[in-house]
């Protein structure tokens, strides 16, 4: 089981000693209209791309030691710091562009209080859930500005986040490729069920910007489920492969 850990652990350790760094511009770089559409946009992803660490660690850490899966927690332990990094360089364009951050509300302590609930495989689920979603997000956001500085900085988090989403649907389609069919359908009913609730949030907290970069509500959505099935609905032919070979 999680034969390529090792390719992600080599990934996950380059990085880690090639951090991106914040591009520099001048404060102009942002119109005062591109400023009013992201502000409170900016603020509540911000928000959102904190994870609880603590949480995650510890249910990698217990997975890893059932498993027998080692380097499994390191692999998460990288993952949760580039995703920290993630957060440091969003507060710093916000600070250096005079916008607020956003304070913890109900919806961010649900989330949290699901993830500290949550065994390694609901952990995990969340957490792809919100990276598909910012994929199509911070897209989305590279589009509605004129900013070099926040476009490159859109790049830069959606290529960090086509390297986590990698790692957490590999390691998730093996997971399910354990389960017995019944609970496999149940549970992928249900993600998918959480999938699409969650990217209806996403359309209400961000959809200002979502509509200046050419989204309505349906394409939004319709987006978001083509990053779902790209990444957890893999091609018939090849999920029967991945079970042979996980079996």
Partial sequence: MYTELNVWLDHFEYHAAHRSVMPETLREDLTGYERRLIAASLARFQLAERLESGALLRVALRHEAKQRAAPLARIVQLLIAEEQQHVELLGAFMEQHGLAPKRSDWLDRSYRRLRRLAGFELHLSVLITTELIAKVY?????????????????RMLVADELAHIGFESEVLRELKARRATLTRVGLEFLHRAFFTAAAVEAWLSHRAVLRSAGYRFVTFLRACSAQYAFYLEPPPLLSQRRAHVCG
């Avoid at 956001?141 to 900085?153: I, K, N, V, Y």
């Fill in 138 to 154: 911070l897209r989305a956001l590279e589009a509605a500005t004129g900013s070099r500085q926040l476009q490159t900085l859109c």
